[in-house]
Nanobody
Framework: QVQLVESGGGLVQPGGSLRLSCAAS????????MEWYRQTPGKQRELVAGITSGGSTNYADSVKGRFSISRDNAKNTVYLQMNSLKPEDTAVYYC???????????????WGQGTQVTVSS
């Protein structure tokens, strides 16, 4: 019913920047909260940043001051601007969205497929 497609991952040197995008499409009535998570092998997926439909944001302590989350409600897209990247930011990044679907007007959570971010010299 709803698909989330991420893009923007890749290899970057320490101190560099990347911008991730995640676009939602399908049977969408409204997109509520949108979030970015990340996961490394052997560890649980952790919340990186979140944004409400009204634009309120929250961040993990480890990324505050370096990462910025934003969204374009007209495009049902969320972005994650990542600056001053560190090797410990290396992970697969996933977006998650809470979507009210047109079929029954109930909210459901959807995940993207993940995009690899590697910070290395």
């Amino acid at each position: 019913q709803v698909q989330l497609v991420e893009s923007g991952g890749g290899l970057v040197q320490p101190g560099g920047s990347l911008r991730l995008s995640c676009a939602a499409s399908g049977s969408i009535f409204r997109v509520n909260n949108m979030e970015w998570y990340r996961q490394t092998p052997g560890k649980q997926r952790e919340l990186v940043a979140g944004i409400t439909s009204g634009g309120s944001t929250n961040y993990a302590d480890s990324v505050k001051g370096r990462f910025s989350i934003s969204r374009d409600n007209a495009k049902n897209t969320v972005y994650l601007q990542m600056n001053s990247l560190k090797p410990e930011d290396t992970a697969v990044y996933y977006c998650k969205a809470t979507v009210v679907v047109t079929t029954n007007f109930h909210p459901y959570q959807y995940w993207g497929q993940g995009t690899q971010v590697t910070v290395s010299s």
